[in-house]
């Protein structure tokens, strides 16, 4: 059993960046891949990047390849999401999950999730 909890969502200016964390908990957390969707009203949920400890590897939507990094460190069982260079477009709530498998982009491929944090970029 994996619990993960966002934080760091908010509201900036484009071009602004935020950090955005996943806080997991349980024994087996570094086991799991974890990646990172979001979902903008009215939009399926989209995924954006994902990383895993074991294969020691990250991927990236061509959407914010360049722009977003994602992180891990795995002694705080903590996923980061570095977001620079914000735009409007990226305006949505950001969720984490954890994926015993590598490499899931698509939702249903993760079996934990977190509630989500929104983060709203304005123009």
């Known amino acids: 059993q994996v619990q993960l909890v966002e934080s760091g969502g908010g509201l900036v200016q484009a071009g602004a960046s935020l950090r955005l964390s996943c806080a997991g908990s349980g024994r087996t957390f570094s086991n799991y891949a974890i990646g990172w969707f979001r979902q903008a009203p009215g939009k399926e949920r989209e995924f954006v990047a994902a990383h895993s400890w074991t294969a020691g590897t990250t991927f990236y939507a061509d959407s914010v390849k360049g722009r977003f990094t994602i992180s891990r460190d795995n002694a705080e069982n903590t996923v980061y999401l570095q977001m620079n260079n914000l735009t409007p477009e990226d305006t949505a709530v950001y969720s984490c999950?954890?994926?015993?498998?590598?490499?899931?982009?698509?939702?249903?491929?993760?079996?934990?999730w977190g509630q989500g944090t929104q983060v709203t970029v304005s123009s």
């Open positions: 999950a954890a994926a015993p498998v590598w490499l899931v982009i698509t939702s249903d491929g993760y079996n934990y």
